[in-house]
């Protein structure tokens, strides 16, 4: 008897794990919808937003820029918070594809837009591999903690001296360090992931896998539209 409940226990634990990661799968899917919406929005809207962009110089993206961190501030405060935390993912991840337009258009212009799609492609890649990797071992990829901890300050601190100071080569490295500490960050939040016993907030772990994404992603074209550069 004592068997038969605990392999009901174990089978139960299973499928509610399952139903977590599926669940924030979803939930990250719904991100990159939302945020593909915001890209369309940001190619359609050219007309209004340039002129802003030209008139106020580097505090026109300074405000998306403030925009995007008190998005980001507010979805993770309310994570937990049901239907609150669908209008705060929605509203960060609806306001990253905008900026995520805008950095595109400005790397098609100048390296043309193939970069665009193979920086996106390479961002795919990232992900599927690192996911799948995390899947296969089943390892705890927490021993990654402080490096990402340390690589993610270097790309926030080094990456807002780089845009004062315009400093492209400086940028280009600050990309560089960005892909690494964020796939690293993406392989831990997996395992996470994978590994946890708190179901409760599958917005919270699509919100960080979100985040890893979309600086890959930037960081890729500023990569690679530097080098075209």
Known sequence: MDLQQ????????????????????????GGFAVAALGAAIAFLSVPFWVPLARGGGRGFMLVLFLAQMGAIFFASAVSRRKPLNILAYSLFTLISGFVAGIVGLAVAANAGIAVVFVAFGLTGVVFLTLTITAFVTKKDFSFLR???????????????????????????????????ACSAKLLWDTSTMLR????????????????????IFISLMNLLGGRRR
């Open 6 to 29: 605990s392999w009901q226990g174990a089978s139960e634990g299973t499928r509610s794990r399952v139903d977590f990661v599926r669940s924030v799968y979803l939930w990250l899917m």
């Open 146 to 180: 402080n490096f990402v901890i340390v690589g993610i300050a270097v790309m926030f601190f080094g990456g807002l001296a780089a845009w004062i100071f315009n400093l492209q080569g400086f940028s280009m490295i600050i990309s560089g360090v960005a892909v690494i």
């Open 196 to 215: 946890t016993n708190d179901f409760g907030d599958p917005a919270g772990f699509a919100l960080s896998l979100f985040v890893s994404l979309y600086n």
